[in-house]
């Protein structure tokens, strides 16, 4: 299986902070990394897929970039909305493994 | 485009479970579809997928052996047979569709609201 790796678990910064998020797999995976982004009590929601590709809706203030084996999800200008918990995922093989999520909270 | 779970509940160890996905506003029979489970206070993990025509499925370790996933195309309904129930199997269970191709087969585009299952004595 692949095995993603997120760091870090958890991060706390100020409204307007430019916040970095890394995700680590095992083996390479090309692009095939999608972004979620689940806030308490509500469903997840996919931000962005193939590493880089945004989703339609999802505020511009979020990119993500990388390949083979190395990914960040980078929120430009963090608002209070962001909070949630981000996971990174792997869609290149089977089983579609999760990262284990970082926690964004607002300082 | 909405999924809706149904099915989850309180049960005893060693007990099944079987889970029911309704899905509308998309032609389900062009997607394939997900199971994705997340236990108390624990991350996302994904737990099993089958393509658009049922030809393809797979389960994650944990679940292999014990959990069987099948849909019914001109129902537009997803299923997920829970046998053997333990302790560890205690999370939210959300359906979620994938993508129409085998390129994005497992990007998770639509999600439920999800449905709960408890196993205890």
């Known amino acids: 299986d692949i095995q993603m790796t997120q760091s870090p678990s958890s991060l706390s910064a100020s409204v307007g902070d430019r916040v970095a998020i890394t995700c680590r797999a095992s083996q390479t995976i090309i692009t095939s990394l999608n972004w979620y982004q689940h806030k308490a009590g509500k469903v997840p929601k996919l931000l962005i897929s193939?590493?880089?590709r945004l989703q339609s809706g999802v505020p511009s203030r979020f990119s993500g970039g990388g390949s083979e084996t190395d990914f960040t999800l980078t929120i430009s200008s963090l608002q209070p909305d962001d909070i949630a918990t981000y996971y990174c995922?792997?869609?290149?093989?089977?089983?579609?493994?999760f990262g284990q999520g970082t926690k964004v909270e607002i300082k | 485009v909405h999924l809706v779970e149904s099915g989850g509940g309180l049960v005893q160890p060693g007990t099944s479970l079987r889970l029911s996905c309704a899905a509308s506003g998309f032609t389900f029979d062009e997607y394939a579809m997900h199971w994705v489970r997340q236990a108390p206070g624990k991350g996302l993990e994904w737990v099993s997928g089958?393509?658009?025509?049922?030809?393809?499925?797979d389960y994650a370790d944990s679940v292999k052996g014990r959990f069987t996933i099948s849909r019914d195309n001109p129902k537009n309904s997803l299923y997920l047979q829970l046998n053997s129930l333990g302790p560890e199997d205690t999370a939210f269970y959300y359906c979620?569709?994938?993508?129409?191709?085998?390129?994005?087969?497992?990007?998770?585009?639509?999600w439920g609201q999800g449905t709960t299952v408890t196993v205890s004595s």
């Open positions: 979620a569709r994938g993508g129409p191709t085998i390129t994005d087969y497992s990007t998770l585009d639509v």
């Open positions: 089958l393509s658009w025509n049922g030809d393809y499925l």
């Open positions: 995922q792997q869609s290149y093989g089977l089983p579609a493994t």
């Open positions: 193939g590493a880089s």
